[in-house]
């Protein structure tokens, strides 16, 4: 497993995490197929979690170097300061720019769902949305949108484009079927594409992780097979 490091400071490293991996241990999984032991043993030194991403979800993740460092870093994802975009290859909205603030309460099998008006498990959520690229074939629409949750649930920008009538692209829990038959193949099409936090010793860090080979690919079959189209 390779993560390539995108930042490095005292306080923090930033990787590119690869899709198929989990940030920590998985259920069922040896410990050290986990991206933080990965790391922790080709580094030789402990490392903090800071956030996670899904297992497919490629992009940035920041680990804290130190204790004191992941107790400030923790502090700023549970009070919103982090500014996070994901890219989504997805079905094309009908609005190309939204805000969904439709609340996500737990389901079966660790699966979140919308949750419905008075339930008192309900979670907040919000993702803000906007579509950078559309394409059309036929009657199919394609779009790369570009994702930003003000909150962090489990699931929440999945559940949210998909509620919006805007499924991602190969996810196998609320998107099924979204892809057209003959697109390249490849995982849930989300990337962590960009994020931007304070640090604990003040200046604030803008990370980007590009986009993987396996979604550039996605992305050049688009622009060779579909149609660019506006809006």
Not at 64 to 83: D, I
Not at 121 to 142: F, L, M, P, S
Not at 181 to 202: K, V
Request: hydrophobic share 45%.
């Amino acid at each position: 497993m390779t993560a390539p490091i995108l930042v490095e400071t005292p306080e923090l490293i930033a990787v590119a995490k690869p899709p198929g991996i989990t940030v920590i241990p998985g259920r069922n999984e040896p410990p050290e197929a986990c991206l933080r032991a990965q790391l922790e043993a080709a580094r030789g030194e402990k490392l903090w979690v800071v956030h996670r991403i899904d297992r497919d979800t490629s992009g940035v993740v920041v680990f804290a170097r130190t204790a004191e460092a992941h107790r400030a870093l923790s502090q700023v994802f549970e009070k919103k300061r982090a500014e996070k975009r994901y890219l989504a290859f997805a079905h094309a909205p009908a609005v190309a720019e939204g805000r969904i603030t439709l609340p996500l309460r737990p389901a079966r099998k660790s699966l979140m769902k919308i949750a419905e008006r008075g339930d008192r498990e309900a979670q907040a959520a919000e993702t803000h949305y906007v579509v950078i690229e559309k394409w059309t074939r036929g009657d199919e629409h394609a779009a790369l949108i570009e994702a930003r949750p003000l909150t962090g649930r489990q699931h929440q920008i999945r559940l949210h484009l998909a509620a919006t009538g805007a499924p991602i692209w190969f996810d196998p829990l609320y998107g099924e079927g979204a892809a057209p038959p003959d697109a390249p193949p490849t995982r849930l099409a989300l990337h962590a594409a960009r994020l931007a936090l304070p640090t604990p010793s003040g200046p604030w860090l803008r990370i980007e992780a590009p986009l993987p080979d396996d979604l550039v690919a996605l992305r050049a079959w688009l622009d060779g097979a579909w149609s660019k189209a506006e809006g």
